[in-house]
């Protein structure tokens, strides 16, 4: 089994569209994310912490929280797929690379090609950059087979 970190843009269903076809090409893996809930994630410090005065402490709270969330499904990973959005910039995204990275993960970047030039550095610490999400799932196919 093959276990996948899906990190990146929380706007699209781009995540479900890599677990299903995954699901229809049979392939053994195992997914995890971030918490794409929104409002829970931003809110995750202050509801388990308590509150704040500030938004700056509360954001505080709640992303050093995350990034305990984020630092294990990251270390327990075989592969990181980073997607950037076309709307939202995701430094979030940029630091899981970077991460990733540093723990000699293998990484699958997805973002189009208006985005190469500032994702450069993002990119070359990639093992492939894609542009879509089919094209993933036929990485991870050659992956735990061999076959395209």
């Known amino acids: 089994m093959l276990n996948v970190y899906l990190s990146g ?3 699209t269903s781009w995540r479900n569209e890599i677990i299903q076809l995954c699901e229809k090409e049979k392939l053994d893996i195992n997914f995890s994310s971030p918490n794409t809930d929104h409002e829970s ?4 410090g202050i509801e388990i912490l308590g509150d704040e ?45 970077g991460y990733a990275s540093a723990l000699n993960k293998s990484i699958i970047v997805i973002h189009n090609d208006d985005h ?5 550095e993002v990119d070359a610490s990639a093992s492939a ?20």
């Open 116 to 120: 190469q030039h500032a994702l450069k």
């Open 41 to 44: 994630s931003d809110n995750c």
């Open 9 to 11: 843009e929380i706007h």
């Open 53 to 97: 005065e500030s938004n700056y402490w509360k954001d505080n709270k709640g992303a050093r929280i995350n990034s305990i969330r984020t630092k294990k499904a990251i270390k327990d990973s075989d592969v990181v797929i980073v997607k950037f959005g076309e709307k939202y910039k995701q430094w979030n995204a940029a630091f899981d690379a």
């Open 129 to 148: 950059v894609a542009k879509d999400q089919p094209q993933v799932v036929r990485i991870l196919k050659y992956i735990l087979g061999g076959s395209l």
